[in-house]
């Protein structure tokens, strides 16, 4: 949870509300500043609820699974500021 809480304030700032329009093509949303399309398709992949992209906890369960899975790729730039390496 440390991990997950440290990335969020690194990514946004823990707003939950907040968009990035210019992230590498398209926007990047919410807490954890997923792009709509990676949250649906590791949503449906994990079978968690995935509804609702600015949820904070549904933002979450994702992003612990797919950290769990090595998917830690769509935050390098954050993990990387924390210190982080799992390359």
Not at 4 to 18: G, P, V
Not at 32 to 45: E, P, W
Not at 57 to 67: H, L, R, S, T, V
């Amino acid at each position: 949870d440390e991990i997950i809480h440290t990335l969020a304030y690194c990514e946004s700032r823990n707003r939950e509300k907040i968009v990035n329009e210019k992230d590498y093509g398209s926007a990047s949303i919410g807490y954890l500043q997923f792009k709509v399309q990676t949250f649906v398709h590791f949503g449906r992949r994990y079978g968690l609820p995935h509804d609702n992209p600015f949820d904070k906890e549904q933002q979450i369960a994702i992003a612990k699974e797919m950290i769990k899975e090595g998917r830690w790729e769509h935050w390098k730039v954050c993990f990387k500021k924390m210190g982080l390496n799992y390359e």
